[in-house]
């Protein structure tokens, strides 16, 4: 009886599906971070693209109307140097979205994602008229609301979506980072074995956190 109630709650009997959560993140923010980063920058927006020629590749009025775009920010924070932080933005969110695609470093792309939205949610947020409005929705709708789809409220879908990516990894299977991790992890097992040592590792994979 207790081990059918451990495995009733713990859902221990989905282990093997727990690589989809991971990729179906990765496979979600791909696209929203290749079309936002594409387009801050003018990436193969020009009618003159030529694929040989890398410097043909960025449209210099469409990254200028990114610049424009973040210069004009009247949030919270302000964007420092826009004409810089354009192209820092637009590189890491184009690079990001063709490691979550192949599931190669994202632990680490997470970090300046996460960095990127936190910085971008404030940039298009004023907090005080932002609760003023929450504020009064709340009294009117009698203590129930559904929240808007404003541009903090998107920041923070995606932000809590990549920390959870930067948590769970890029998931088994189907991603780089599992497969070189699976590879060196067999090796350090086997000089372990060969020397007489054998010490438990803690699967960085492992999204299950019942135990």
Avoid: C
Avoid at 17 to 28: A, S
Avoid at 40 to 66: K, M, S
Avoid at 92 to 99: G, R, T
């Amino acid at each position: 009886m207790n081990k059918f109630l451990h495995g009733f709650f713990s859902f221990g009997w989905l282990k093997g599906l727990d690589f989809l959560p991971p990729l179906l993140f990765r496979f979600f923010l791909a696209p929203i971070f290749w079309v936002e980063g594409s387009r801050r920058l003018g990436l193969f927006a020009g009618d003159d693209v030529e694929w040989w020629n890398p410097l043909t590749w960025i449209d210099g009025a469409v990254y200028q109307q990114g610049v424009d775009t973040l210069s004009q920010a009247q949030g919270f924070l302000s964007i420092p140097a826009p004409g810089i932080m354009n192209g820092v933005i637009g590189g890491v969110e184009v690079a990001a979205a063709i490691l979550l695609i192949i599931g190669f470093a994202v632990r680490w792309i997470s970090l300046p994602l996460m960095a990127i939205l936190l910085v971008m949610g404030l940039a298009a947020t004023s907090f005080g008229t932002d609760l003023v409005a929450t504020g009064k929705e709340l009294l009117m709708t009698h203590g129930y609301m559904t929240p808007a789809n404003t541009g903090i409220t998107s920041a923070i879908t995606l932000f809590l979506m990549v920390l959870a990516l930067f948590f769970m990894g890029a998931g088994r299977f189907f991603s780089l980072d599992w497969w070189i991790h699976h590879s060196y992890f067999k090796k350090i097992v086997r000089q372990e074995t060969e020397s007489g040592i054998r010490h438990d590792h803690d699967d960085p994979f492992d999204v299950d956190t019942t135990d």
